[in-house]
């Protein structure tokens, strides 16, 4: 396999139209692509779901429908598993050279692959890869969110979703530990900027405190998805929301 922080920066292209009639499809993938063909949720906070299917699914950055046709299976159930047309699927860059990334969605509701995810993959510089899955009562299914390093963690900040999850009032939070990869819920305080997605963030170590803006909210009367005007800071320390002033 070759290189997968190269075939990371070149997945994001539009493979729905690519010939499928000189791909070489390894047997290993064949022989399991059943068995992976779908997403799964994980059950345990991590699950590692890493396998041969999956990965050349990252390699190539094929769509669910041109992989199926790939490997040889006819027209499946719905959804198929995909990482390379995600929206709103954070990647964060450690140390090491390796890339975490995390969540996104395929396509939108009226696709009969349309799936939010709620897992973490690691691209390291040597080539290896690891697909960490969660449950959703641990790790909700999760695009446009934020994803910003702090220590040896990583804080997740708001997120689109389905609509059944979102909470008008309520920003998600979600820390990752980069040692276990375990997630865990960040219980916050104060006012929080609503439901937040297509934001940016910020760590400002100064202060120990991540401040965000931009991206759109919704509007607790109506949970019309308006436009955020406001800039919020996030303490690390207490876990406090506040509103800064304009």
Not at 34 to 56: C, H, K
Not at 110 to 132: C, E, H, K, M, Q
Not at 175 to 194: K, N, R, Y
Request: hydrophobic share 35%; aromatic share 10%; net charge negative.
């Amino acid at each position: 396999m070759k290189n997968l922080l190269d075939a990371l920066g070149n997945i994001h292209l539009d493979h729905l139209g690519a010939s499928t009639e000189n791909m070489q499809v390894p047997s290993i993938v064949k022989s399991e692509f059943v068995s992976w063909a779908a997403p799964r949720r994980g059950q345990l906070n991590p699950e590692v779901l890493t396998n041969p299917v999956w990965a050349w699914l990252i390699e190539t950055g094929l769509s669910p429908e041109v992989a199926h046709m790939a490997a040889g299976i006819g027209r499946r159930r719905k959804p198929g598993w995909n990482f390379g047309e995600r929206f709103g699927q954070s990647r964060t860059a450690l140390d090491d050279g390796s890339s975490v990334l995390i969540g996104g969605e395929y396509e939108d509701f009226y696709d009969p692959d349309f799936y939010i995810y709620n897992d973490v993959v690691v691209a390291r510089s040597d080539g290896s890869i690891t697909l960490y899955g969660y449950p959703e009562e641990v790790f909700q299914p999760t695009d446009f969110h934020t994803a910003t390093k702090v220590g040896n963690g990583i804080y997740i900040i708001g997120c689109l979703g389905y609509v059944k999850d979102r909470r008008p009032n309520h920003t998600p939070v979600y820390f990752l530990d980069l040692q276990s990869f375990q997630i865990s819920a960040v219980e916050t305080v104060g006012e929080a900027p609503s439901w937040l997605f297509k934001h940016t963030a910020k760590l400002e170590p100064d202060t120990h405190a991540i401040s965000v803006e931009g991206g759109r909210v919704m509007q607790e009367s109506t949970n019309d998805l308006i436009p955020n005007d406001g800039v919020w800071k996030l303490c690390l320390r207490t876990f406090e929301w506040t509103k800064q002033k304009s």
